[in-house]
């Protein structure tokens, strides 16, 4: 599995790119579409589930790991929401435009954070679908600061929506998601907590299957 980085010019200063594309070879399996995820507020793409995920390139996704500019210049803390946008935004039309543009459908998204990014942008980017894990429901212990309403952004856009949550998660357990969002997304409950680290399998499980159904 072979991985091209790039580095990404945005507002807020350069962005890094993790690229890798299933095999084109007659023995390869045929491409089915983009997944293009970011990190979270506290960590970066060497987590465990978006490490995990690289499985579906074997599947035929292009899978795309994206570093924040925040996270390129070694800081520790993540910028503003409006900055983790601004940058999104150019990395994602970068993405998809030129000789190398990523194949469609172009399923964005991220691990918490990351998730809410890709939520507030799913339409101005031209999304096709979003794949939250450990989507941020609540701070925790203060489930009356919902977020909610940045997933459900992506349904009132008509776009397909799924969210991998584990079932201890202190920022919003899938059953505190389901009763937010209703019944129009998928919402997959895993073991473990906000890190998934325990369900890895298991959400890597739920992500296939769930990208199966947007290409049959």
Not at 57 to 66: I, M
Not at 204 to 212: K, M, V
Request: aromatic content about 4%; proline content about 9%; charged content about 20%.
């Amino acid at each position: 599995m072979t991985v091209r980085t790039r580095l990404i010019d945005t507002p807020p200063g350069p962005a890094r790119v993790h690229v890798e594309r299933p095999c084109t070879d007659r023995r390869g399996p045929a491409g089915r579409g983009s997944l293009v995820l970011g990190h979270g507020a506290g960590g970066g793409i060497e987590a465990a589930d978006l490490v995990a995920l690289r499985e579906l390139v074997a599947d035929g996704w292009t899978y795309v790991r994206v570093e924040q500019p925040w996270r390129v210049a070694g800081k520790k803390v993540a910028t503003p929401p409006k900055t983790l946008d601004a940058a999104w935004v150019p990395i994602i039309t970068a993405l998809t435009r030129g000789r190398w543009a990523l194949p469609r459908p172009l399923v964005v998204g991220g691990r918490s954070a990351g998730a809410r990014v890709a939520c507030r942008t799913a339409a101005q980017v031209g999304a096709d679908a979003v794949l939250a894990l450990s989507f941020p429901l609540h701070p925790p212990n203060n489930p009356d600061r919902s977020r909610a309403f940045e997933a459900q952004a992506v349904l009132a856009a008509g776009l397909p929506l799924a969210v991998i949550q584990g079932e201890r998660d202190p920022f919003g357990r899938p059953d505190e998601v389901r009763a937010a969002l209703g019944r129009a997304p998928t919402v997959v409950g895993v073991p473990g907590d906000h890190s998934l680290t325990r369900g890895t399998a298991q959400a890597l499980a739920a992500a296939r299957a769930w990208l199966s159904t947007l290409v049959e």
